[in-house]
């Protein structure tokens, strides 16, 4: 799963050259925590966060009058308060990757570029979970179920045959392996809605084969 094919492509942008009066105004209007800072050609050369303009706005208890005050912001620019050292993804990179370092350095998103360092995109966590909802399959309904499956070749193969002789329609599968059990990974398996007859059918002959962890049928329909 690359960046480019998740991230959003229209990042809110200033120059180096905005105002920090302007940029903070940009920023509440649009609802958001951090500007990128471009150049002119669309480098990218920052980014301005709403902590940022906090901690360079005049204190409450300032002594200046409104004029003055008035004055010393619009002097402020972008550039004068921006962060230059940047944690970036490029377009060619794994959104899995960019997760990682959304989690270990506890930011919200990153700015995403071409090949040239040129600025195309930004990735949230939002646009993260938007990948998780999409690659389950979580947001077509339909039952999941998960079981602990011999890490060995061929068992995959075997439970894919398994669903498939039961006329289960498959949405996703995905795996997951503990550090203290290597033998063993997690399946997570998410199928077509069926009748109930078939599904009670299914997951009986399922429980005979495999240790099934769980089994879920949620009611979604006041989230989609």
Same mark, same amino acid.
């Given at each position: 799963?690359?960046?480019?094919?998740? @991230?959003? +492509? %229209?990042?809110? =942008? !200033?120059?180096?050259?905005? $105002?920090?009066?302007? &940029?903070?105004?940009?920023?509440?209007?649009?609802?958001?925590?951090?500007?990128?800072?471009?150049?002119?050609?669309?480098?990218?050369?920052?980014?301005?966060?709403?902590?940022?303009?906090?901690?360079?706005?005049?204190?409450?208890?300032?002594?200046?009058?409104?004029?003055?005050?008035?004055?010393?912001?619009?002097?402020?620019?972008?550039?004068?308060? @921006?962060? +230059? %050292?940047?944690? =970036? !993804?490029?377009?060619?990179? $794994?959104?899995?990757? &960019?997760?990682?370092?959304?989690?270990?350095?506890?930011?919200?998103?990153?700015?995403?570029?071409?090949?040239?360092?040129?600025?195309?995109?930004?990735?949230?966590?939002?646009?993260?979970?938007?990948?998780?909802?999409?690659?389950?399959?979580?947001?077509?309904?339909?039952?999941?179920?998960?079981?602990?499956?011999?890490?060995?070749?061929?068992?995959?193969?075997?439970?894919?045959?398994?669903?498939?002789?039961?006329?289960?329609?498959?949405?996703?599968?995905?795996?997951?392996?503990?550090?203290?059990?290597?033998?063993?990974?997690?399946?997570?398996?998410?199928?077509?809605?069926?009748?109930?007859?078939?599904?009670?059918?299914?997951?009986?002959?399922?429980?005979?084969?495999?240790?099934?962890?769980?089994?879920?049928?949620?009611?979604?329909?006041?989230?989609?």
């Amino acid at each position: 799963m690359l960046v480019g094919n998740w @991230m959003n +492509t %229209k990042p809110v =942008t !200033v120059s180096p050259e905005t $105002s920090m009066m302007r &940029a903070s105004k940009l920023m509440k209007d649009t609802k958001s925590q951090g500007l990128c800072v471009v150049e002119e050609g669309g480098r990218l050369v920052g980014i301005v966060t709403d902590r940022d303009i906090k901690e360079a706005s005049p204190s409450k208890a300032t002594t200046l009058d409104v004029h003055e005050l008035y004055y010393l912001l619009s002097e402020i620019t972008i550039k004068d308060i @921006m962060t +230059t %050292k940047l944690l =970036t !993804v490029h377009t060619n990179e $794994s959104v899995e990757k &960019a997760a990682l370092m959304l989690q270990k350095h506890q930011i919200g998103a990153l700015p995403v570029l071409d090949d040239e360092e040129k600025l195309v995109g930004i990735l949230s966590q939002s646009d993260v979970f938007d990948v998780l909802i999409r690659i389950t399959g979580v947001q077509h309904g339909g039952f999941q179920f998960s079981i602990d499956l011999e890490d060995i070749p061929g068992t995959m193969a075997e439970l894919v045959d398994f669903l498939n002789k039961r006329h289960a329609r498959i949405m996703s599968i995905l795996t997951a392996y503990e550090p203290e059990d290597i033998k063993y990974r997690k399946v997570f398996v998410r199928i077509q809605d069926m009748p109930h007859s078939e599904q009670e059918k299914l997951l009986s002959e399922l429980g005979e084969k495999y240790h099934i962890r769980y089994t879920l049928k949620e009611n979604l329909s006041d989230l989609l």
